[in-house]
T-cell receptor
């Protein structure tokens, strides 16, 4: 009964390839996020969707394209992969309500670009 | 500019040796302060949310407190299984979803 799941867990690929990461949540949340965590462990927000609508779109190369087919799923497609894209990518979800909404994270996808 | 600074970067304790982790923040309207624990190779795991100065929350050996400028995560009589990176994040009242994250404190508890 995993709350936020991601596939794949590991992804090793060559520069220039295109790859996708998938995320699913079964918490009934309305909002989903993509984060990038670099080698220094800093969590950088990339995108967020609320009920399939893009609400956060940080300064990210346009090679990264999120897609939310429904509010339980958020995918991340990356074109023309570069060495600097190597990182751990986390999906998270939250349910807006109250003063602040808590984000719950998936297990991460470790992307290595060779 | 909204900012979160955590200290120390790394902390090594002996089992049973209590200590505190610090999270200093500047934000234009605090919507909430969040503490997470992250184990190697895993996603951040939610611990606490604090909303206003003076608020405290506890869970097992952990206690989080909040003032207008900082939050402390007190660890009482830690055990080796408390070893992890502890992350702090704040929500800005002007942006209902985006969190500003600190770099974390890496805690190691020796048996």
């Amino acid at each position: 009964d995993t709350a936020v799941s991601q596939t794949p867990k590991y992804l090793v690929t060559q520069m220039g390839n295109d790859k996708s990461i998938k995320c699913e949540q079964n918490l009934g949340h309305d909002t989903m996020y993509w984060y990038k965590q670099d080698s220094k462990k800093f969590l950088k927000i990339m995108f967020s969707y609320n009920n399939k609508e893009l609400i956060i779109n940080e300064t990210v190369p346009n090679r990264f394209s999120p897609k939310s087919p429904d509010k339980a799923h958020l995918n991340l497609h990356i074109n023309s992969l570069e060495l600097g894209d190597s990182a751990v990518y986390f999906c998270a979800s939250s349910r807006p309500g109250g003063v602040a909404d808590t984000q719950y994270f998936g297990p991460g996808t470790r992307l290595t670009v060779l | 500019e909204d900012q979160v600074t955590q200290s120390p970067e790394a902390l090594r304790l002996q089992e049973g040796e209590s200590s505190s982790l610090n999270c200093s923040y500047t934000v234009s309207g605090l919507r909430g302060l969040f503490w997470y624990r992250q184990d190697p190779g895993k996603g951040p795991e939610f611990l606490f949310t604090l909303y206003s100065a003076g608020e405290e929350k506890e869970k097992e050996r952990l206690k989080a407190t909040l003032t207008k400028k900082e939050s402390f995560l007190h660890i009482t009589a830690p055990k080796p299984e408390d070893s992890a990176t502890y992350l702090c994040a704040v929500g800005n009242a002007g942006n209902n979803r985006k969190l500003i994250w600190g770099l974390g404190t890496s805690l190691a508890v020796n048996p």
